[in-house]
């Protein structure tokens, strides 16, 4: 597990981040910094079928497989769920959201996929973060990953910044967390040596 973890991680976040600037950059009037991350799979969009086979469908598996690897290496399955939950929430926002009727049953569902890969994320983080206390920088980790995703949110809840900022901050925590944690785990061969 101990080099599968790494490789899931590692490689999920670089798809995930060569597929975004690259379809963002082909789709014409696409802003990287204030448009929503879902309009790159928004029904209309040129390059909606790439994007949500690969930025979500296929980046939600390679989380989903992060996640269960890494709870393999801690010995926690309720982690391992959570993850595994996040990456398939993740995986099932390339349901295609209507941008301009956002109540069709679509748009719905994948506000709620969007919802439940956060949902996920923050119950795995919160149990590393309680749980683990015999790692101690797996702790530390999980709960400043899990700190400093609120306060995307807050700004947002006060008009501070727009919703697909506080969005793409929120997903640079996440993204921040996975590479941290795969690098702490190459080259380790025993769970004493946790470094995520």
């Given at each position: ?14 798809l ?17 910094l ?24 296929s ?23 959570f ?11 390339a349901i ?7 109540d069709?049953?679509?748009?719905k ?15 795995g ?46 997903l ?9 944690t795969?690098?702490?785990f190459?080259?380790?061969k025993?769970?004493?040596?946790y470094?995520?």
């Amino acid at each position: 597990m101990y080099s599968v973890t790494p490789l899931l991680g590692l490689v999920s976040v670089g798809l995930f981040v060569t597929t975004f600037f690259t379809l963002g950059i082909a789709t014409p009037q696409y802003d990287l910094l204030h448009d929503y991350i879902s309009m790159l799979g928004a029904q209309g969009q040129p390059f909606a079928i790439w994007w949500n086979l690969i930025g979500f469908v296929s980046v939600g598996i390679l989380f989903a497989g992060f996640g269960w690897a890494y709870s393999r290496i801690i010995e926690d399955n309720w982690v391992g769920l959570f993850l595994m939950i996040s990456g398939v929430g993740f995986a099932m926002g390339a349901i295609p959201a209507d941008f301009i009727n956002p109540d069709v049953p679509f748009s719905k569902a994948h506000f709620v996929s969007i919802c439940l890969a956060l949902a996920g994320w923050c119950l795995g983080l919160a149990r590393i973060g309680h749980k683990h206390s015999g790692f101690r920088m797996g702790r530390m980790s999980a709960n400043l990953a899990g700190l400093f995703a609120v306060f995307p949110m807050i700004a947002m809840a006060t008009r501070l910044i727009t919703a697909p900022v506080a969005h793409r901050l929120v997903l640079v925590v996440v993204l921040a967390w996975v590479v941290y944690t795969s690098i702490g785990f190459i080259g380790k061969k025993r769970c004493s040596q946790y470094p995520g």
